[in-house]
């Protein structure tokens, strides 16, 4: 064996003995060489920011940052009495509580008239209040605490029936009737007295217009005593009273089959006030 092969072997013993070895036979445990690493809390100082200088702010005033929010309560405005249209025409609102009155009631019991309003005190219910204006010339409606009420209030966007009878052991005090039938309008004001419109049987609408106007007639005892004009009060006696009429609008239409809302029928529209 040449000396080099001996060198390489002696080595390599010599590096096996040296790897086996040990204090008492046992493994070097290097854990004694970690140092633990401890977590380190450190305060910075807060840095204020001088305010800017710039010339196009030095005049403006800061926002304000992170206010709370102040929310205000908000208060309902109490609910509105309904109310005649400012303007000098006849005009009449019926209302219960804040609201317009639609629906019917048949009454007899008080009644406060005052200038300008009717109050109807139900014992069950809240009290109805009529506020009215009435045409020029007429008028004006007759003190009265005790009565019967016969009332008829129905709105819709094509259509108005209103009729408002207040009466006392006489007859017909005030009447207001807007109304639309497929008859002739009959008003019955007392004893024989009543107020009517005329038939159009036999009468055919222009073709260029479908109303015809109707003419109204106050009748007593059976017999026509007064033919009432359109659009102009008029006062007449009867065997119950002078009767003040005016008359707004009186016709017959007949339906156009163009448009849908059309119909056939008598429309009236009339103020009454019997004067005591």
Request: proline share 10%; charged share 15%.
């Amino acid at each position: 064996m040449n000396i080099s092969v001996k060198i390489l072997l002696t080595g390599t013993l010599v590096t096996l003995l040296l790897g086996c070895s040990g204090t008492g036979g046992e493994s070097i445990d290097k854990s004694s060489d970690i140092v633990p690493v401890i977590p380190q809390i450190t305060t910075t100082q807060k840095i204020t920011i001088p305010p800017t200088d710039h010339p196009l702010l030095v005049q403006q005033t800061p926002v304000p940052n992170n206010e709370p929010l102040v929310m205000s309560t908000l208060i309902p405005n109490p609910p509105e009495q309904p109310s005649l249209l400012d303007d000098d025409l006849p005009d009449i609102v019926i209302s219960m509580g804040s609201q317009i009155f639609s629906g019917n009631l048949d009454y007899t019991g008080p009644i406060t008239t005052t200038n300008g309003t009717i109050e109807i005190n139900q014992s069950d219910a809240s009290p109805i209040i009529i506020q009215y204006r009435l045409p020029q010339q007429i008028g004006p409606i007759p003190d009265i605490n005790f009565g019967t009420v016969k009332l008829i209030s129905k709105n819709t966007p094509g259509y108005i029936h209103r009729e408002i009878l207040i009466s006392d052991d006489v007859g017909l005090i005030f009447g207001q009737i807007l109304k639309n039938t497929e008859s002739p309008i009959t008003i019955e004001l007392g004893g024989p007295v009543s107020l009517a419109q005329s038939s159009v049987d036999g009468v055919t609408p222009d073709s260029s217009n479908s109303l015809v106007l109707v003419n109204v007639n106050m009748i007593d005892a059976g017999s026509v005593t007064t033919p009432i004009p359109i659009s102009s009060p008029h006062s007449i006696p009867t065997t119950i009273g002078n009767i003040d009429v005016f008359v707004d609008i009186s016709f017959y239409n007949k339906s156009n089959p163009l448009y849908s809302e059309s119909f056939t029928g008598y429309s009236l529209d009339t103020w009454i006030v019997r004067k005591r």
